[in-house]
């Protein structure tokens, strides 16, 4: 079980700050990877929550390869996210916090499949004409990718 779903245990949906890591994939066309997510109707990006012990470059590695069916040879880190503006509430109710440090990666390899768990797909897309309905924590990275590299 994981430490997130062991603390939900004690704390119901109360929030909770969570620590996590996802990845920008991008291919030769400068294209972002995406997945269709299961539980909130929207696109994401591969990322999820830190287990004990792990490094963020571990749990980005892990995610990145659990939900696309890619592994990096090289991450790049890119940023931090917290605050009030990655505050989320899933549909289930459960609240969080979260604290994501965001790694880039545009060199990796395997072939891509979903997380039939978690995903319904996966889609690379232009930067110029990303979906319209993308995951709140996700939609704050992506939009500071884009500020920052002037797209």
């Known amino acids: 079980m994981s430490y997130i779903m062991n603390l939900r245990k004690k704390v119901g949906t109360a929030p909770l700050i969570m620590v996590g890591a996802c990845v920008l994939i991008f291919n030769e066309h400068k294209q972002l990877l995406m997945q269709l997510r299961k539980d909130n109707g929207c696109w994401g990006l591969a990322g999820g929550s830190m287990e004990l012990g792990e490094t963020l470059e571990d749990v980005a590695m892990r995610e990145m390869y659990e939900e696309t069916g890619l592994t990096a040879n090289r991450l ?49 897309f232009s930067l110029d ?23």
Not at 78 to 83: A, E, L, R, V
Not at 92 to 119: K, M, N, P, Q, W
Not at 138 to 151: C, H, L
């Open 76 to 124: 790049q880190q890119f940023g931090i996210f917290s605050g009030k503006e990655l505050y989320y509430q899933y549909p289930h109710g459960d609240e969080v916090y979260v604290v994501a440090t965001t790694f880039i990666c545009d060199d990796y390899y395997g072939s891509l499949r979903y997380d039939s768990d978690e995903a319904i797909d996966l889609k690379f």
């Open 129 to 151: 004409a990303l979906p319209e309905k993308i995951s709140p924590p996700d939609q704050v990275v992506i939009r500071k990718y884009i500020d920052a590299n002037v797209i």
